[in-house]
């Protein structure tokens, strides 16, 4: 590691157990027609056994000093020279390329988004090290304390499962929180319905999710969507709210207890109403 100091307010916990690596490696069945996405590569610790592996890897690293040491292990191994893809840019803000698998500890500050990004594409399987109470999040069920937006919308578009704790000691520095290893597998095929526009309505619905479901949605923000739509433009926004959540019977639900099932048909009664959240 030389000079690099770690950056623990940027996420940056280097994974150093080998053999928790070979485990996840061999998990994932990653074979040599694979192209195989790992976003914060770091110094290469799971780079450099994922090129044994794979067809190609398509790394992310935004630190410099990290992604130099990288290119200097790599080039330390003449196969691996061209099977390796070093995108030094922040994964959030360009398109991915195309990709079979993903491997990757993921900065801990930006789990959130770059899950979120991951399932809007299309790959195999994907194995991704978190902070063991986000990946609580990712497999919530409706009533439980981590059940949130990020539960729906993650269980509505892949299977999730956790596959096993990582001890503290497996990284350098050591994290001050437990992690875990997650496995997300996208479901085919999607559903039928505009994710953007899906979630811009589970923002609203979660804006204070052990409130009502009713009273989260009188916000200005979904009102003001209501008023837009010309037959509505003289009517009480709120009134067409009380209506179209009555007519599926969810008048007295709170949203940390509604299910999958239940967003989406409210989703389906907005859109028959002619209201959309794009």
Do not use: W
Not at 58 to 66: G, M, N, Q, S
Not at 144 to 162: F, G, K, M, P, T
């Amino acid at each position: 590691m030389g000079d690099i100091k770690l950056k623990k307010s940027e996420g940056q916990h280097i994974l150093k157990n080998h053999g928790l690596i070979d485990t996840i490696i061999e998990k994932a069945h990653v074979k040599h027609t694979d192209t195989v996405l790992e976003i914060g590569a770091g110094t290469g610790s799971i780079t450099l056994k994922l090129l044994q592996k794979a067809k190609k890897v398509i790394a992310y690293e935004t630190d410099k000093k990290l992604a130099r040491e990288l290119i200097h292990k790599v080039n330390m191994a003449a196969e691996f020279k061209n099977k390796l893809e070093l995108i030094q840019s922040n994964v959030l803000r360009q398109n991915i390329p195309h990709f079979d698998l993903c491997i990757s500890n993921i900065p801990f500050n930006i789990s959130c988004p770059i899950i979120l990004k991951l399932i809007s594409y299309d790959f195999k399987c994907a194995y991704i090290l978190v902070q063991k109470e986000f990946g609580d999040r990712l497999t919530a069920r409706p009533g439980s304390d981590e059940y949130s937006r990020l539960s729906v919308i993650v269980q509505l578009l892949a299977n999730v499962e956790h596959v096993m704790k990582v001890s503290k000691n497996s990284f350098m520095p050591p994290p001050k929180v437990d992690t875990c290893f997650m496995k997300i597998e996208p479901k085919i095929p999607r559903p039928p319905i505009n994710i953007n526009e899906f979630d811009v309505l589970l923002k609203a619905c979660f804006g204070r999710k052990n409130k009502t479901l009713l009273a989260n949605l009188k916000t200005p923000l979904i009102q003001g969507k209501i008023t837009k739509v010309p037959e509505y433009s003289n009517l009480n926004p709120a009134s067409i709210i009380d209506q179209i959540v009555d007519s599926i019977g969810l008048t007295d639900a709170r949203t940390s207890k509604m299910g999958i099932d239940d967003f989406l048909l409210l989703l389906l009664e907005f859109k028959k109403a002619n209201i959309h959240f794009d």
